[in-house]
């Protein structure tokens, strides 16, 4: 069975491109384009991992992550910010409010999918502390 990813991110084109990456190794992709809409389709249907956006309309993906991580049926799954926000501090405060990981934005299409393959397998951020 192939892992199920919902990726949740406003902009087309970065919706496009991870999920032609994504979807050409194998996986399925679920999108949404915006954090109320993601958390509908992440309660509906648990995926088995997150790549979400910080910067969304509505509501940024930091409270996206923190109620993502409120539901007991989520909690155990993983969720990657993919985010242009580099500046320091940031990957810190993505995972303060759930996410597991950071990857920053422009994507590198040649280590992508490994990038988020290897949150499929291994432990949360805080269990390696």
């Known amino acids: 069975m192939r892992a199920t990813i919902l990726i949740i991110e406003d902009n087309e084109q970065n919706r496009y491109l991870a999920t032609f990456l994504l979807e050409k190794h194998g996986f399925r992709v679920v999108e949404a384009v915006d954090g109320p809409s993601g958390l509908v389709l992440a309660s ?7 790549l979400l956006d910080i910067q969304l309309p509505q509501m940024d993906g930091y409270e996206v992550a923190r109620r993502l991580r409120a539901q007991p049926v989520l909690r155990a799954v993983p969720i990657v910010a993919v985010t242009s926000y580099a500046m320091p501090g940031d990957r810190e405060k993505a995972l303060a409010a759930g996410c597991d990981g950071y990857v920053e934005k422009p994507i590198n299409p040649d280590t992508f999918v490994a990038q988020v393959a290897a ?5 949360r951020q805080e269990e390696l502390s």
């Not at 949150?119 to 432990?123: D, N, V």
């Open 119 to 123: 949150f499929l397998r291994g432990p």
């Open 44 to 50: 509906d249907r648990p995926p088995d991992l997150v």
